[in-house]
């Protein structure tokens, strides 16, 4: 029963606690971008989503505006949520906004801090980003990667052919064949490659070590100094055992090239190209380096953009029927499109910008962090600020793109008095100096997938008992989204097809 005395209570502890939240709140808001009120000392965590977080994000911005702020223990977290304050934060101030917030169990404990990714910005990281540059920055050398992609894309069709069910295992087996042969010159074998394996394991720890809020220790670093037989420490003696699976990463496939380049028998590979003779101890460890963080980086995210491209194919049959007549008109029944085909491909090339943004597999991108004050239309942003962009947003942004939700690859084809929708591009792969360095690969490894496919393949949703099986179009969430687990009906067009596939693998 409620008294008096018990509501007289609520009532004083209910202004206590709104004196406090004005008192802090107020304070700390000054000069900052608006966001939700928080609370002393812990400021917002209690707000901060740990699932989905850019749908979240997304409401604060109808609520308080493009640029959003959050306090998470007096550490100051903003969020973009339009294109053009993303452009303008990150792409045109991209001096003071190109470092990157430490994870220390990700970087520490499971021993990824060597990677690009976690690089705060100077000469080390600009040498790294060179490097991968040379190698899949410019058309000479994607030109010289074609003939080994065309070979992994043609090896996918007739495994997949075999066994529809083995998509996803195929795609991942796609990505890490053609990145284990264009960076270690290695020949994955057919089945239950040991390299392969090694790979897929450290990327789940990855995976998981750089999704925000996955560890309590990334916010308080102090509590990486526990342990970890203490009880509650299971997540460090986890970290700790996900170590040996990313030095396992770096190191075989590493050893491997290097034992090929000794001997006499390396094939062209980044490692072999980057590695003369006599190479000091400092090159050694930057080559090394620098391949794990391209494996790492081509990895989860060309799986993700291919499985969503399967998923469109089945709910958007007309997209579908399209793309393959510009394929038959074009390149015609005689032989598989390739990379070299790009530009005779428009309507393929929007589809596979279509696919990222319908989808972004990166829908937050990766945090930067400011390494020096800046006023941003009249807000202060102080050094350290970590900012994220929240790309997911910004790709279903009604002042960018008509009908977001639909899958629709003809708004960015050129047409007589059509102009093209902003291009996707500009937001999944980054902003400024931290830009995705594999930009271009990855296009041209999603544009073969997609092509070959097409030009093979009748994909469609399952039909089972006489019903039609339906995806559930849920993604997970996390640093990189992906579908879940969809049913999908896969056959061969025709016999010619057919013939050409294995003909094409041979
Ligand atoms: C569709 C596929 C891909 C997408 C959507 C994607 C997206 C991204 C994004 C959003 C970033 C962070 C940019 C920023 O901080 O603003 C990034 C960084 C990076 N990506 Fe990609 N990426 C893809 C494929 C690849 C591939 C194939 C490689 C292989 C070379 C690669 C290598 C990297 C590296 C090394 C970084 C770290 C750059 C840095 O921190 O300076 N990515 N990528």
């Known amino acids: 029963m409620i008294t008096a005395s018990?509501?007289?209570?609520?009532?004083?502890?209910?202004?206590?606690?709104?004196?406090?939240?004005?008192?802090?709140?107020?304070?700390?808001?000054?000069?900052?971008?608006?966001?939700?009120?928080?609370?002393?000392?812990?400021?917002?965590?209690?707000?901060?989503?740990?699932?989905?977080?850019?749908?979240?994000?997304?409401?604060?911005?109808?609520?308080?505006?493009?640029?959003?702020?959050?306090?998470?223990?007096?550490?100051?977290?903003?969020?973009?949520?339009?294109?053009?304050?993303?452009?303008?934060?990150?792409?045109?101030?991209?001096?003071?906004?190109?470092?990157?917030?430490?994870?220390?169990?990700c970087g520490e404990i499971m021993g990824w801090n060597f990677i690009v990714t976690l690089q705060q910005y100077g000469l080390h990281l600009r040498e790294m980003r060179r490097l991968i540059f040379q190698t899949v920055g410019t058309s000479t050398g994607l030109m010289e990667l074609a003939p080994d992609l065309e070979h992994c894309a043609h090896d996918f069709l007739c495994r997949v052919a075999a066994d529809p069910a083995s998509l996803t295992q195929e795609v991942h087996r796609f990505t890490a064949a053609s990145s284990l042969k264009f960076i270690y010159g290695y020949t994955a074998k057919k089945d239950n490659d040991e390299l392969v394996k090694i790979v897929e394991a450290a990327m789940k720890g990855f995976t998981i070590g750089t999704a925000p809020a996955t560890f309590l220790a990334d916010t308080f670093p102090i509590l990486t100094r526990v342990p970890a037989w203490f009880p509650g420490a299971k997540w460090k003696r986890t970290a700790q055992a996900w170590r040996k699976d990313t030095e396992a990463m770096c190191d075989v496939p590493y050893d491997f090239a290097k034992a090929q380049i000794d001997s006499g028998t390396a094939v062209p590979s980044f490692v072999a190209s980057n590695l003369g003779d006599n190479v000091d101890p400092q090159r050694d460890a930057l080559v090394k380096d620098t391949a794990a963080s391209m494996y790492a980086g081509a990895a989860d995210t060309t799986v993700s953009a291919i499985r969503t491209f399967f998923l469109a194919m089945m709910c958007y049959p007309e997209v579908n029927k399209k793309a393959q007549e510009e394929i038959d008109r074009v390149i015609g029944p005689d032989r598989l499109p390739g990379i070299g085909d790009r530009e005779q491909l428009p309507y393929v090339s929007a589809l596979c910008w279509e696919v990222l943004r319908w989808k972004p597999l990166g829908p937050l991108g990766i945090p930067h962090m400011l390494s020096q004050d800046d006023v941003h239309r009249g807000y202060l942003l102080p050094k350290g600020t970590v900012i994220v962009a929240n790309v997911w947003n910004m790709l279903r942004d009604p002042r960018h793109y008509s009908h977001p939700e639909h899958f629709n690859p003809d708004r960015f084809v050129r047409k007589e008095g059509f102009e093209p929708e902003t291009d996707p591009r500009r937001m999944i792969f980054g902003f400024g100096r931290r830009v995705c360095p594999g930009s271009q690969l990855a296009e041209i490894s999603l544009f073969l997938i997609c092509a070959v496919s097409l030009a093979a393949f009748e994909i469609s949703k399952p039909v089972v008992d006489g019903k039609v099986v339906e995806p559930s179009m849920e993604y997970t969430t996390g640093s990189i989204s992906h579908p879940v687990e969809f049913q999908c009906s896969i056959k061969l067009r025709s016999s010619k097809a057919e013939a050409l596939l294995y003909s094409a693998s041979d």
């Open 6 to 105: 018990t509501f007289a209570d609520a009532l004083a502890l209910g202004f206590l606690v709104y004196i406090l939240r004005r008192g802090f709140t107020n304070k700390r808001r000054d000069n900052l971008p608006p966001g939700p009120n928080g609370w002393p000392i812990i400021g917002n965590a209690f707000d901060m989503p740990t699932r989905y977080q850019w749908r979240t994000f997304a409401q604060w911005g109808e609520k308080w505006g493009d640029i959003v702020s959050v306090n998470l223990f007096g550490k100051h977290l903003v969020i973009l949520n339009s294109f053009d304050v993303a452009d303008e934060i990150l792409d045109k101030k991209s001096a003071a906004s190109s470092d990157r917030t430490p994870l220390p169990v």
